[in-house]
């Protein structure tokens, strides 16, 4: 059984929670050589500094030795090989495969022409399953629970991959969804179809109000995906559309916490970083221990 890591919506309710509490354990436990010996291959065909650096701690605390290359244009891609022939030849090296593509459903074809399991960093503008994972870990160490909260998802919500794959996590746990987005970077449709058939509760807005914030347990900002635009001018139009301060977070509940999956540009602005609300630096750090979930559950280590 090939046991790749492709999709979130892959994955049921429990299968999800065990990855949860798997990624609290590592926390407790995060060095455990149970990699000894084997070989991990990060290919990124996009630029990361999180999801590879913490992956690549991830494989190192678990006792992993790491392959792979952080630009593709240093890679045979750049003769001309095919992603089916690199695939085939990192095979042949490693154990694991970790690959982030600008192509969308480039981690599927990746796991289906190799028997090595394939973990998604991120496909295009499709899915970033490992980082719904560290999303849901942060949600559940903040709040206490994953069940009945109300989350609100700013910016770019049309090619943002975090919001994608997060929305389907969470659909298992009753949430409230509230999306702000102007209407060029609104969600897909087939997500409002997804949450429709599901019974799912979404509530959609173009302002970025008080009134959404404080009925907010989670403030989830997204940058504008720059490099997703075919015409910068339309870019240029919404790159600034929504900008967090402090004096917005005044009436929100005690229990908000506002993530990111960052890089950040403008979204949040420096002063919100000292708020004991911001909590986008630590989620970030639930990265590695949730990739070390990951990773055993690809490799059926314990
Ligand atoms: N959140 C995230 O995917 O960050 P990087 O692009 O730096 O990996």
Known sequence: MNRSFVSIADYS????????????????????????????????????????????????RLGGRVIGFSDAATTSSSKGETLKDTIK????????????????????????????????????ANQHPSQTLLDLYSIYKTQGRLTDLTITMVGDLKYGRTVHSLLTGMSHFNPIFRFVAPEELHLPDIYRQFMDINNIRYYEYTDFSPEVINQSDILYMTRVQRERFTDLVEYEKVKNIYVLTNAML?????????????????????????????????????????????????????
Not at 96 to 116: F, K, P, W
Not at 268 to 275: L, R, Y
């Open 89 to 124: 030849m990192v095979s042949n090296y490693a154990d694991l495969i970790i690959m982030r593509h600008y192509l969308e459903g480039a981690a599927r074809y990746a796991s289906e022409i190799t028997d090595v399991p394939i973990i998604n960093a991120g496909d295009g």
């Open 13 to 60: 309710k429990e299968e999800i929670l065990h990855l949860v509490r798997r990624a609290e354990y590592f926390e407790q436990y995060p060095n455990q050589k149970v990699l000894e010996g084997k070989v991990c291959a990060t290919l990124f065909f996009e630029p990361s500094t999180r999801t590879r650096l913490s992956f690549e701690t991830a494989v190192n």
């Open 250 to 302: 005044k009436g929100s509940r005690d229990n908000l916490r506002i993530l990111h999956p960052l890089p950040r540009v403008n979204e949040i602005a420096q002063d919100v970083d000292d708020n004991p609300k911001s909590y986008y630096f630590e989620q970030a750090r639930n990265g590695v221990y949730a990739r070390q979930a990951i990773i055993c559950n690809a490799l059926n280590l314990k």
